[in-house]
């Protein structure tokens, strides 16, 4: 006869492949409806579990699953561009998965605290514990939000409707709360869970903020300059010839260039070089960003972009840096990791929090670099002064994975929270026009050279989600979790 509380083995075989499938609900599959049932997996898991030490093991091997499977590539940037041996490089992308892996271990095991909460454990603990893991993951050292499950809706799912409301975490919080609702498999529940979907789709129909002038034509160039090429010193004349013929080529009113598109510093870029991109944009009435670095008398050195043309220079300089690819923390401990990775530039100095946006092009440009882009409580800085939102990356670290589409998705996040159309310059891709309602417009193909030609409509306004920021879908957490240890404590009195 088996022993009451013991788990049968196969749980633990489950929770590495329920979160290993999840990715397929992120870019570039888009199978939205897959993290709903792979979450809901994993509760149900939790629920015939016996003890805090289960849960948390069932936790952390979906994690495992999920983050070893969702972000394998930093394996890419570390090993194959980063220059560091393949053994140290699986072991750091190992570690990483598993530092990661602990956010939804810590849920398995407190939620297994409020064992005696009844119903509300899963419809009010569960979820909220959720989120907060992701929310404390996404500023805990520096932060890294990606793959929060819910960016996972963008952009087809009813669920979207909330983004403008409670950002990317409310969206999550929503869906988390559907993944335990089916775990529970009460019809009543399902029934309000439903009710939740229809009401985000109704909300997807509000138009939260409104056109302002007449939309500007852009061109986005993706130079597709070969990583392990891009700072030799042979490679610079050719990729400076190659942009200035691009830009000269470029009909839009605004046109874009990648992250540190031009790989030399702004003050040793020739004068007449600079004046030849302006003097493109000034033909067509607008103005030119580019992405370089600038260094300071100082020594510091910032990842910027630059606008020339009609309007005076501004300047962009990135705030929320890498760690270990554009800065190191804790020099003191982890200096050694200079000698370790070959990447060029790898201390940049950090620029200022609040940045106004660039007025180019009849616009005003909210500029982020990179994977800046994934932190939407940031983002809003700039809004809502800012009409259009431009993200400039170069995403060529990652090679040929899933990465760029993961990256784009996070834009589309953006465009959704802030109802600002989001345009993506990047090197080797994904290059594109996002609307609005999150929606890829246009596109370039991957690790092409190419430019991309359209327009974009720029809007004024503030969706809730620009006044409130992540406050209201934390506060929606901590009144669940107030009213599950409520709960949880009236029936411990009446016993």
């Not at 960016?151 to 087809?156: G, H, L």
């Amino acid at each position: 006869m088996a022993h009451p509380l013991r788990v049968p083995r196969w749980h633990f075989i489950a929770a590495p492949l329920l979160g290993a499938v999840s990715v397929f609900g992120f870019a570039p599959f888009y199978a939205f409806v897959i993290p709903l049932f792979s979450l809901a997996g994993l509760i149900w898991l939790w629920r015939h579990q016996h003890s805090a030490r289960q849960a948390t093991l069932s936790g952390f091997l979906f994690g495992l699953g999920y983050f070893g499977s969702g972000v394998s590539w930093i394996y890419i940037s570390l090993h194959t561009y980063g220059g560091m041996s393949m053994p140290l490089a699986v072991l750091a992308t190992t570690l990483f998965c598993a530092f990661l892996a602990l956010f939804p271990a810590a849920v398995g095991g407190l939620q297994h605290g409020l064992r005696n909460a009844g119903v509300a454990r899963w419809l009010l603990a569960v979820p909220a514990l959720w989120v907060v893991g992701e929310w404390v993951r996404g500023w805990i050292f520096t932060g890294f939000p990606w793959l929060a499950i819910g960016y996972s809706q963008v952009p087809a799912s009813p669920l979207t409707g909330f983004a403008p409301l409670l950002g990317v975490y409310g969206v999550s919080l929503i869906l988390a709360l559907s993944a335990a609702v089916l775990a529970l498999g009460r019809l009543r529940y399902v029934l309000m869970a439903a009710a939740l979907w229809l009401a985000g789709w109704g909300l997807g129909q509000i138009h939260w903020t409104q056109p302002v002038g007449a939309p500007v034509a852009v061109s986005l160039l993706q130079g597709n300059i070969a990583q392990d090429m891009k700072w030799q010193p042979e490679k610079v004349v050719s990729t400076l010839r190659d942009y200035r013929e691009m830009v000269a080529a470029s009909p839009g009113r605004l046109i874009i260039l990648p992250e540190t598109a031009i790989p030399v510093f702004y003050d040793q870029v020739p004068a007449s070089y600079l004046n030849d991109l302006a003097e493109t944009a000034r033909a067509h009435g607008g103005d030119v960003l580019v992405g370089m670095p600038e260094q300071f008398p100082d020594g510091r050195y910032f990842n910027s972009v630059l606008s020339f043309g009609t309007a005076s220079t501004h300047t962009y300089r990135k705030f929320h840096l890498v760690p270990f690819g554009e800065y190191i923390p804790m020099k003191w401990l982890f200096g050694w990791i200079i000698n370790v990775l070959h990447i060029p530039l790898s201390d940049f100095a950090r620029g200022d929090a609040y940045q106004v946006p660039m007025p180019v092009a009849g616009q005003h440009v909210a500029m982020n670099i990179c994977y800046e882009d994934v932190f939407g409580e940031e983002i809003i800085h700039q809004l809502p002064r800012a009409t259009l939102l431009v993200n400039v990356s170069n995403d060529a670290w990652f090679g040929d994975s899933v990465a760029p589409w993961q990256h784009m998705q996070s834009s589309q996040m953006r465009a959704l929270e802030t109802g600002r159309y989001m345009l993506r310059a990047t090197n080797t891709g994904a290059t594109a026009i996002i609307d609005t309602r999150g929606r890829v417009l246009q596109e370039l193909p991957l690790f092409t050279r190419a430019t991309l030609n359209g327009s974009a409509q720029g809007y004024q306004g503030a969706t809730p989600f620009v006044d409130w920021g992540n406050h209201a879908a934390l506060l929606l957490c901590a009144l669940m979790l107030g009213a599950a240890g409520i709960i949880m404590w009236r029936k411990a009195a009446q016993r």
